[in-house]
C-alpha cells in the first residue's frame, strides 16, 4: 500500500507587491532582488489570515479530486505561521470543510512542513489506520518578518497549497527526510518568552533572522544528495523523472542543484518569481500550479523536495 495525490488546490492573497512597490517603502530595488534571488513580485495578506487561505486551498483541493469533507480521516497542516497558539490550524480547516470524523492537527517542519505531512499520511496509511488525508502548507509570512530587515522581508510571500491524498497500490515510489538542528541558529525566529512574574524573562516577540550564506550552502549541499538517495532507493534512473518540484526558495539554489544533478533547469519548474518564498506553502502552490497547467501526465515520475529551518529536509519521489 502506497500513496496517491489526487487532488490539488491552492490560494493566494489578491494583493500583489512587486518589487518596485518595495523599493518605494526601503532602500532595495528591483534589480536587487531580482538578480540574487528571482523574485520580481509577491502576494501578501490585507484581509486574509493562514486559517481562510487553507480553507480556500482545501476546498479546491477537495473539487479538483472530486470528494467531499466527510470522506477526509486526516488533515495536517504544516505550519510556522498559524493564526492562534491554539486551536490549531487544522482544527479550524478540519470544522469550515466538514471533515466531522478527520484527526487534525499541525506540523513545523518549515519549509520542509509539506513534504513532512505528505509522509506521515503516507505512514498513516501503510499502517491501515487512515485511507484519505488532507494535507496543507500555509504561511502567513509577511507577519513574522522584520521589516526593517531588507535582507529578508523582500524574499518571502504569504499563501497556502493543498493536497488531497488517498491509500492506494501506486504512487509514492520512495522518500526520505532528515534535520540537523545543531545548525538551527542560521534561520531562527524566536517565540514570546515567559510573562511569570516569578521569571522576568523579555516577552516582545522577535522576527525570523537569516544567515543567508550557510542556508545558500546547506541547500545546494543536501537536497542534491537527497534527491540522488531517494532515487536509488526506488531503482529509478534520473533521466526517468519529469519535474523537480523544489522549495521556491532562491532562483540560485534551484540552478545550483539541477547543475549538480546534470539535469536541464527546465525541469525545475518556478513560482517563485510570482510568489517568493512561501515556506511550507512553496512546493504544494507550485503542485497545484504544475497540475492546473497540465504538466502533471498518469504515470510521469516527479520530485518533490523541501528545506529550510530546523534545519529540516524532506525529498518524494511520486508517479502520478
Ligand atoms: N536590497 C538591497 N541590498 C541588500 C538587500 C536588499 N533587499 N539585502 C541585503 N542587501 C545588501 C547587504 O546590505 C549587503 O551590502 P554590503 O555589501 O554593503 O554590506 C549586500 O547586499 C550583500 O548582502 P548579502 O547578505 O551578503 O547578500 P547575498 O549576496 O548573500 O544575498 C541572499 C542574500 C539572496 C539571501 C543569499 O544569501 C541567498 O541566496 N541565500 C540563500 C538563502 C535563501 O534564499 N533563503 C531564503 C529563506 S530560507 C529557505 O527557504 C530555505
Known amino acids: 500500500m502506497t500513496t496517491r495525490i489526487i487532488g490539488t488546490g491552492s490560494y493566494l492573497p489578491k494583493a500583489v507587491v512587486t518589487n518596485d512597490d518595495l523599493a518605494k517603502i526601503m532602500d532595495t530595488s528591483d534589480e536587487w532582488i531580482r538578480t540574487r534571488t528571482g523574485i520580481c513580485e509577491r502576494h501578501l495578506v490585507t484581509e486574509e489570515t493562514t486559517t481562510s487561505m487553507c480553507i480556500e486551498a482545501a476546498k479546491r483541493a477537495l473539487e ?27 482544527c479550524e480547516v478540519q470544522a469550515a470543510i466538514g471533515a466531522a470524523k478527520a484527526v487534525a492537527f499541525d506540523m513545523n517542519a518549515a519549509c520542509a512542513g509539506f513534504i513532512f505531512a505528505l509522509n506521515t499520511a503516507h505512514a498513516y496509511f501503510q499502517a491501515g489506520i487512515y485511507k484519505t488525508a488532507l494535507i496543507l502548507g500555509a504561511e502567513t509570512l509577511s507577519k513574522i518578518m522584520d521589516w526593517n530587515d531588507r535582507s529578508t522581508c523582500v524574499l518571502f510571500g504569504d499563501g497556502a497549497g493543498a493536497a488531497v491524498v488517498r491509500a492506494d497500490e501506486s504512487g509514492l515510489l520512495a522518500f526520505e527526510q532528515g534535520c540537523d538542528g545543531s545548525k538551527a541558529h542560521v ?3 524566536k517565540s514570546r518568552g515567559n510573562n511569570n512574574p516569578l521569571v522576568s524573562t523579555d516577552t516582545s516577540l522577535d522576527y525570523v533572522h537569516m544567515d543567508g550564506q550557510e542556508v545558500y550552502k546547506f541547500a545546494v549541499s543536501t537536497v542534491p544528495a537527497s534527491v540522488q538517495r531517494v532515487l536509488e532507493k526506488a531503482n529509478v534512473s534520473i533521466d526517468e523523472i519529469s519535474y523537480f518540484a523544489l522549495h521556491q526558495a532562491n532562483i540560485r539554489i534551484l540552478q545550483s542543484v539541477a547543475k549538480r544533478l546534470k539535469v536541464s533547469e527546465d525541469k525545475f519548474p518556478i513560482s517563485l518569481d510570482h510568489c517568493g518564498n512561501l515556506s511550507a506553502a512553496s512546493v504544494p502552490v507550485l503542485l497545484d500550479e504544475m497540475n492546473q497547467k497540465g504538466m502533471l501526465k498518469k504515470g510521469g515520475k516527479i520530485v518533490l523536495s523541501g528545506f529550510g529551518a530546523g534545519l529540516t529536509w524532506g525529498t518524494v519521489l511520486l508517479e502520478w
Open 64 to 90: 479538483n479530486a472530486g470528494i467531499s469533507g466527510e470522506e477526509i480521516d486526516l488533515i495536517i497542516v504544516g505550519t510556522v505561521s498559524g493564526d492562534n497558539m491554539t486551536p490549531s490550524t487544522a
Open 187 to 189: 534561520l531562527l525566529g
